[in-house]
């Protein structure tokens, strides 16, 4: 989906993030991401200085901790699409959310009751870091036999895929495909999320880019883009 693109130095570029956020805690007050309708006009207008024109509004959808609804997350989108048209930002947004592998999920799909976006109806979805839980596989497979395409987020991140590259080429066999958090492919090498970052990228098997953006004033987020805005603007 990304080109690669190698350096004078040797070293490999990230991919610009392009125009489409894919995941992004933009709501406010539905998750960790902003609390107010003034932190969410903050992401906005983050987004735009860096290019993006779309973005995906991905809430986290967690039974015991963020018990979203998807007539929540609408209801939000289409709240903060207002917001947006009455401050005179130029940005689309689209209802999706973050879904937790948890047998909630597997209820959700059964009920064909998921916020899905592109024409591949993408379903993002979340494990835990260190260990994939039971019923992955499961829930990867009736995604599909839905009709979805399973979309696992930050993929960059998890212990369990950044030491088996077994299990990598197991997920993908499945038809998982990985969401990557752009800021990720700035981290040192002595990171282990950037490290997998940049792995998954020389590999061909980043399909999605997003921010994960929960708070626009985040160090992280400032400083990463602007160094990739320097990097790109040198090449």
Avoid: W
């Avoid at 207002?82 to 401050?87: F, G, T, V, Y």
């Avoid at 492919?185 to 590999?203: C, D, Q, V």
């Amino acid at each position: 989906m990304f080109s690669l693109l190698v350096r004078r130095d040797g070293l490999i570029d990230p991919p610009e993030l392009g125009e489409l956020d894919a995941h992004c805690h933009i709501l406010p007050g539905i998750d960790d991401g902003p609390t107010d309708e003034r932190g969410t006009l903050a992401i906005a207008r983050l987004l735009i200085e860096m290019g993006v024109r779309r973005v995906v509004a991905t809430p986290h959808v967690i039974s015991d901790v963020f018990p979203n609804t998807t007539e929540t997350i609408v209801s939000t989108v289409e709240r903060v699409r207002r917001l947006l048209a009455d401050s005179g930002l130029d940005l689309e947004l689209t209802a999706g959310a973050e879904y937790y592998a948890e047998p909630e999920l597997l209820d959700r799909i059964s009920r064909r009751d998921l916020l899905s976006f592109g024409e591949e109806r993408h379903v993002l979805f979340e494990a835990p870091v260190e260990r994939a839980p039971m019923l992955l596989e499961e829930a990867v497979f009736s995604l599909k036999s839905a009709g979805y395409t399973p979309l696992l987020a930050h993929a960059e991140r998890y212990r369990f895929l950044q030491t088996d590259e077994d299990a990598v080429k197991r997920l993908r066999e499945l038809g998982v495909r990985f969401q990557v958090n752009h800021p990720s492919f700035l981290l040192p090498k002595t990171s282990r999320r950037g490290e997998m970052a940049r792995r998954l990228y020389i590999k061909g098997l980043v399909d999605v880019l997003g921010t994960d953006m929960h708070r626009a004033a985040t160090f992280a987020h400032r400083n990463a883009y602007a160094e990739l805005r320097r990097q790109h603007r040198l090449r």
